[in-house]
């Protein structure tokens, strides 16, 4: 089978073209244009030749992916992380159409990026799901679902690489998994569509949200949105990881307020229902920093990130 490979995430998309090259069955690789000059480096390291490298435009983009699903003789496209909708009349051009390689559980979680919701919202599951494209953005008809378990404190990063490597593995099990379904499996299309978080969704609130929420929004924005959000002393900080503390105490504390604070231990936290959590990295206009560094730069007892 050739294969011919949309992407946008050299993060995700990369091991599955080494794979495919290494198999002997990639013809070609598509990347949008505003990426050009950050994966046409990235994907060459792979071994794929230049010439087999090619920068789209949405503009003329079915003209473009007929000339070259023609001129490659593909068998099939596979968008990993690709941001535009595929044309109507190119979508059953290749012999086994158009498919694409959503990283997330599907129905569930449609949208740009399941990686995140799925990690913030505390699912036990996360996955691939390989379905065919239509005219409509995540609804094709599933032909394939690969799970795989969401570890207790893995971030984004983490996770899409545990997803990357799996779908180098489903790409060399393509032709079997088109053989073992004569019969797909036909999506629910009133699930939600999730767009992709926006400033206040990437927001703590230490008044609403349980230490366990604030851990799971800290570790889904981890590293692609550069922590969860939120300030103290009138200045913005992303924080990029935390870890549950325990805080030997009956005093009431207000949420978001510094209840520990020295040079070994660095910053603890209060949240709702009495929890509390340690500050081990964040980011701010200074750089990277651990919570002793934060401690050291004069935050104390009695501080209070809102």
Not at 74 to 81: N, Q
Not at 180 to 193: G, K
Request: proline share 4%; charged share 15%; glycine share 6%.
């Amino acid at each position: 089978m050739k294969i011919f490979i949309l992407c946008n995430s050299e993060s995700l998309a990369l091991p599955s073209i080494y794979q495919l090259l290494h198999n002997n069955q990639l013809v070609g690789v598509g990347i949008p244009q505003k990426q050009a000059k950050r994966l046409t480096k990235v994907v060459q390291k792979t071994g794929l030749n230049y010439a087999n490298i090619h920068v789209l435009q949405k503009e003329n983009l079915s003209v473009q992916l007929n000339y070259l699903l023609t001129s490659t003789a593909a068998d099939c496209l596979i968008a990993l992380t690709f941001p535009w909708q595929i044309p109507t009349d190119i979508l059953n051009q290749p012999t086994f159409g158009c498919i694409n390689f959503h990283f997330g559980l599907l129905p569930k979680y449609k949208g740009a990026d399941p990686v995140f919701w799925q990690l913030k919202n505390q699912e036990v599951l996360g996955g691939i799901t390989i379905h065919k494209m239509t005219e409509k953005i995540d609804e094709g008809n599933i032909l394939h679902v690969a799970e795989v378990q969401i570890i207790p404190g893995e971030t984004y990063g983490i996770h899409c690489s545990r997803l990357a490597m799996l779908a180098a593995e489903l790409v060399s099990q393509l032709q079997e998994i088109f053989q073992n379904n004569a019969i797909t499996q036909v999506q629910h299309h009133s699930a939600e569509y999730f767009l992709a978080p926006s400033i206040q969704q990437l927001s703590i609130n230490w008044q609403t949200q349980t230490a366990d929420e604030i851990e799971c929004l800290v570790n889904a924005s981890n590293p692609k949105y550069d922590g969860a959000i939120t300030s103290i002393k009138q200045q913005e900080i992303r924080i990029l990881e935390v870890a549950p503390a325990d805080v030997n105490t009956t005093d009431i504390f207000a949420a978001g307020a510094i209840v520990y604070a020295d040079a070994t231990y660095g910053l603890i936290v209060a949240c709702i229902n009495k929890q509390f959590l340690k500050i081990n990295i964040v980011h701010n206009n200074e750089g990277y920093l651990s919570g002793i560094k934060l401690f050291n730069m004069g935050l104390k007892v009695g501080d209070c990130f809102i």
